[in-house]
């Protein structure tokens, strides 16, 4: 699994993947299913998961006047 910390990161993947974007704040139950969900869909279709999160957080980043 690769991890996207920025987003000009992404221009390196060149391969088939299966990407989730969001704001992962700790690893609900919500959360652990849908990695275990992408995770299974790669081991089907091959390719790659990617993980990307926000950073900092929209709360952190909106809230600046």
Known sequence: MKLIRKIKSL?????????TIGNFDGMHHVHQ??????CNR????????????????PIEFLGKK
């Open 11 to 19: 221009k390196i993947i060149d391969e088939d993947c299966f990407l």
């Open 33 to 38: 299913a849908l990695l275990l969900n992408i």
């Open 42 to 57: 790669k081991k089907m279709y091959g390719g790659i998961t990617i993980v990307m999160f926000f950073e900092p957080h």
